[in-house]
């Protein structure tokens, strides 16, 4: 009996942003253990650069619904042959319920995924105190408390910072410029107004934000759901071994 190693196909609803995107296939690829192409994790990516703005929608209250948008690349991905869903954009996990009940395709699901990460480091469990988790995310996290919900119980305690413009400006920047001088040095400054605020562990929330996740000072444990998200993908995927005889 030989064992044949078939990895299971991921959809990844991506284009928010397509950098973003890119930086999800290439941590995939980082995390996976490979001697050959067939190792790697099949993902089949809709980089929808068209799904209407998150931002618009949550933050100014003034745009196009982004939910119809996604539920059709989930069916499209779907349709092509995906086994389960990811994608790389935390605000949109606003529409992850959507999502969840329109196909009955896994998702995996960054909010609840990260979560369950920061809930087995050290502090996080077996004492009174909360791990005070600050928040490196669009303003339109906090705004939906998208991880607020999933931290609730859990001695969990998101930390924001009191003025949420400069990290929207971080996010515009990456957007239009990529990775600039002004973008880093935004970021930096929000990370260093967490730490004064004395949180346990930065979590980079964004996947924009993720793509300067290098930059940001090793004085505090860091931890990116973008790379929670790559890791729950290899293990979904690696979860479909079979063997032939």
Same mark, same amino acid.
């Given at each position: 009996?030989?064992?044949?190693?078939?990895?299971?196909?991921?959809?990844?609803?991506?284009?928010?942003?397509?950098?973003?995107?890119?930086?999800?296939?290439?941590?995939?690829?980082?995390?996976?253990?490979?001697?050959?192409?067939?190792?790697?994790?099949?993902?089949?990516?809709?980089?929808?650069?068209?799904?209407?703005?998150?931002?618009?929608?949550?933050?100014?209250?003034?745009?196009?619904?982004?939910?119809?948008?996604?539920?059709?690349?989930?069916?499209?991905?779907?349709?092509?042959?995906?086994?389960?869903?990811?994608?790389?954009?935390?605000?949109?996990?606003?529409?992850?319920?959507?999502?969840?009940?329109?196909?009955?395709?896994?998702?995996?699901?960054?909010?609840?995924?990260? %979560?369950?990460?920061?809930?087995?480091?050290?502090?996080?469990?077996?004492?009174?105190?909360?791990?005070?988790?600050?928040?490196?995310?669009?303003?339109?996290?906090?705004?939906?408390? $998208?991880?607020?919900?999933?931290?609730?119980?859990?001695?969990?305690?998101?930390?924001?910072?009191?003025?949420?413009?400069?990290?929207?400006a971080c996010i515009r920047e990456i957007?239009?410029?990529?990775?600039?001088?002004?973008?880093?040095?935004? $970021?930096?400054?929000?990370?260093?107004? =967490? =730490?004064?605020?004395?949180?346990?562990?930065? $979590?980079?929330?964004?996947?924009?934000?993720?793509?300067?996740?290098? %930059?940001?000072?090793?004085?505090?444990?860091?931890?990116?759901?973008?790379?929670?998200?790559?890791?729950?993908?290899?293990?979904?995927?690696?979860?479909?071994?079979?063997?032939?005889?």
């Amino acid at each position: 009996m030989t064992e044949m190693r078939k990895m299971r196909t991921v959809g990844v609803l991506g284009g928010m942003g397509p950098e973003a995107t890119v930086l999800l296939m290439s941590r995939v690829i980082a995390l996976t253990a490979a001697t050959d192409d067939s190792d790697h994790v099949p993902m089949l990516i809709d980089n929808n650069t068209q799904v209407p703005s998150r931002i618009k929608a949550l933050i100014e209250k003034t745009g196009e619904d982004p939910g119809p948008v996604l539920v059709a690349m989930a069916r499209r991905l779907a349709a092509a042959g995906a086994e389960a869903l990811a994608m790389p954009c935390n605000t949109a996990h606003h529409y992850a319920p959507l999502l969840k009940r329109s196909l009955p395709l896994p998702f995996l699901d960054m909010i609840e995924l990260t %979560t369950d990460h920061l809930r087995g480091l050290p502090g996080a469990a077996g004492s009174s105190d909360c791990l005070r988790v600050g928040m490196l995310a669009s303003p339109a996290v906090k705004i939906t408390g $998208l991880f607020d919900r999933a931290f609730a119980g859990h001695r969990l305690q998101p930390v924001y910072l009191p003025d949420q413009n400069a990290l929207l400006a971080c996010i515009r920047e990456i957007k239009s410029a990529g990775q600039s001088d002004a973008a880093v040095q935004l $970021l930096q400054d929000a990370a260093a107004g =967490l =730490l004064r605020a004395g949180v346990d562990v930065l $979590l980079v929330a964004c996947s924009e934000l993720s793509l300067l996740n290098r %930059t940001l000072p090793r004085e505090v444990l860091m931890v990116d759901s973008i790379d929670v998200l790559a890791g729950a993908i290899v293990a979904f995927s690696r979860d479909g071994l079979a063997r032939n005889g």
